[in-house]
Protein backbone atom coordinates (compact mmCIF):
# COMPACT_ATOMS: atom_id res chain seq x y z
CA UNK A 1 0.00 0.00 0.00
CA UNK A 2 1.40 3.48 -0.75
CA UNK A 3 1.70 6.45 1.66
CA UNK A 4 -0.08 9.67 -0.30
CA UNK A 5 3.36 11.09 -0.28
CA UNK A 6 4.29 8.77 -2.59
CA UNK A 7 4.20 8.20 -6.31
CA UNK A 8 1.95 5.83 -8.11
CA UNK A 9 3.26 2.99 -8.52
CA UNK A 10 5.38 1.81 -11.59
CA UNK A 11 3.01 0.36 -14.79
CA UNK A 12 4.27 -3.11 -14.29
CA UNK A 13 3.65 -2.91 -10.65
CA UNK A 14 0.38 -2.09 -11.32
CA UNK A 15 -0.30 -4.33 -14.14
CA UNK A 16 0.42 -7.46 -11.76
CA UNK A 17 -1.77 -6.24 -9.33
CA UNK A 18 -4.71 -6.05 -12.13
CA UNK A 19 -3.74 -9.07 -12.96
CA UNK A 20 -4.02 -10.91 -9.95
CA UNK A 21 -7.46 -9.38 -9.27
CA UNK A 22 -8.97 -10.30 -12.61
CA UNK A 23 -7.00 -14.10 -11.98
CA UNK A 24 -8.39 -14.58 -8.38
CA UNK A 25 -11.94 -13.32 -9.96
CA UNK A 26 -11.52 -15.91 -12.59
CA UNK A 27 -11.07 -18.16 -9.64
CA UNK A 28 -14.00 -17.72 -7.93
CA UNK A 29 -16.00 -17.84 -11.15
CA UNK A 30 -15.15 -21.10 -11.84
CA UNK A 31 -15.60 -22.21 -8.42
CA UNK A 32 -19.37 -20.93 -8.55
CA UNK A 33 -19.60 -22.32 -11.52
CA UNK A 34 -18.51 -26.19 -10.50
CA UNK A 35 -21.10 -25.53 -7.32
CA UNK A 36 -23.90 -24.56 -9.75
CA UNK A 37 -22.85 -27.78 -12.30
CA UNK A 38 -23.06 -29.70 -9.45
CA UNK A 39 -26.59 -28.55 -7.53
CA UNK A 40 -28.01 -29.31 -11.25
CA UNK A 41 -26.45 -32.37 -11.63
CA UNK A 42 -27.64 -33.69 -8.26
CA UNK A 43 -31.27 -31.54 -8.05
CA UNK A 44 -32.27 -32.21 -11.42
CA UNK A 45 -30.33 -35.47 -12.33
CA UNK A 46 -29.20 -32.99 -15.43
CA UNK A 47 -26.28 -34.33 -17.71
CA UNK A 48 -23.04 -32.52 -17.19
CA UNK A 49 -23.20 -30.50 -20.21
CA UNK A 50 -26.98 -29.17 -19.36
CA UNK A 51 -25.74 -28.97 -15.65
CA UNK A 52 -23.12 -26.57 -17.19
CA UNK A 53 -25.22 -24.43 -19.74
CA UNK A 54 -27.71 -23.62 -16.91
CA UNK A 55 -25.44 -22.82 -14.12
CA UNK A 56 -23.81 -20.61 -16.78
CA UNK A 57 -26.40 -19.08 -18.05
CA UNK A 58 -27.78 -17.89 -14.20
CA UNK A 59 -24.09 -16.85 -12.87
CA UNK A 60 -24.10 -14.53 -16.30
CA UNK A 61 -27.27 -13.43 -15.54
CA UNK A 62 -29.73 -14.91 -18.20
CA UNK A 63 -31.32 -17.49 -16.74
CA UNK A 64 -32.44 -20.91 -16.71
CA UNK A 65 -32.30 -22.80 -20.02
CA UNK A 66 -33.93 -26.07 -19.13
CA UNK A 67 -37.39 -26.20 -17.29
CA UNK A 68 -37.04 -27.35 -13.21
CA UNK A 69 -38.57 -30.33 -12.67
CA UNK A 70 -38.26 -30.75 -8.73
CA UNK A 71 -39.25 -28.42 -5.59
CA UNK A 72 -35.58 -29.09 -4.52
CA UNK A 73 -34.16 -28.04 -8.03
CA UNK A 74 -36.23 -24.49 -8.07
CA UNK A 75 -35.02 -24.55 -4.99
CA UNK A 76 -31.39 -24.30 -5.79
CA UNK A 77 -31.91 -22.48 -8.60
CA UNK A 78 -33.29 -19.71 -6.73
CA UNK A 79 -30.67 -19.53 -4.42
CA UNK A 80 -28.04 -19.90 -6.86
CA UNK A 81 -29.74 -17.03 -8.49
CA UNK A 82 -29.13 -14.91 -6.01
CA UNK A 83 -25.78 -15.89 -5.37
CA UNK A 84 -24.65 -15.26 -8.31
CA UNK A 85 -25.98 -11.67 -7.90
CA UNK A 86 -24.22 -10.91 -5.01
CA UNK A 87 -21.24 -12.93 -6.43
CA UNK A 88 -21.09 -10.20 -9.79
CA UNK A 89 -21.10 -7.04 -7.52
CA UNK A 90 -17.97 -8.60 -5.35
CA UNK A 91 -16.21 -10.03 -8.10
CA UNK A 92 -16.53 -6.21 -10.01
CA UNK A 93 -15.38 -4.92 -6.72
CA UNK A 94 -12.25 -6.97 -7.06
CA UNK A 95 -11.38 -6.57 -10.57
CA UNK A 96 -11.63 -2.95 -9.96
CA UNK A 97 -9.85 -2.27 -6.92
CA UNK A 98 -6.52 -1.70 -8.40
CA UNK A 99 -8.21 1.02 -11.27
CA UNK A 100 -10.08 2.81 -7.96
CA UNK A 101 -7.08 3.07 -6.02
CA UNK A 102 -5.04 4.32 -9.08
CA UNK A 103 -7.66 6.98 -9.40
CA UNK A 104 -8.02 7.69 -5.88
CA UNK A 105 -4.54 8.34 -5.68
CA UNK A 106 -4.07 10.32 -8.79
CA UNK A 107 -7.05 12.49 -7.83
CA UNK A 108 -5.04 13.14 -4.25
CA UNK A 109 -1.98 14.23 -5.93
CA UNK A 110 -3.74 16.24 -7.79
CA UNK A 111 -5.35 18.42 -5.23
CA UNK A 112 -2.21 18.34 -3.31
CA UNK A 113 -0.23 19.86 -6.08
CA UNK A 114 -1.96 23.07 -6.01
Known sequence: MEKTQQHHLPK????IRLFRNILFGVIIIMISLGIGMFGY????????VD???NAA?????????????TSAGK????SYALFSGV????IVGIIFTPVIHWFFLKFHMEETKR
Do not use: C, R
Not at 57 to 69: H, N, Y
Not at 75 to 78: E, L, N, P, T, Y
Not at 87 to 90: E, G, K, P
Open 12 to 15: KTFL
Open 87 to 90: LFLV
Open 51 to 53: AYV
Open 41 to 48: YYYENMPW
Open 57 to 69: MILSGMGPMSTLQ
Open 75 to 78: IFAG
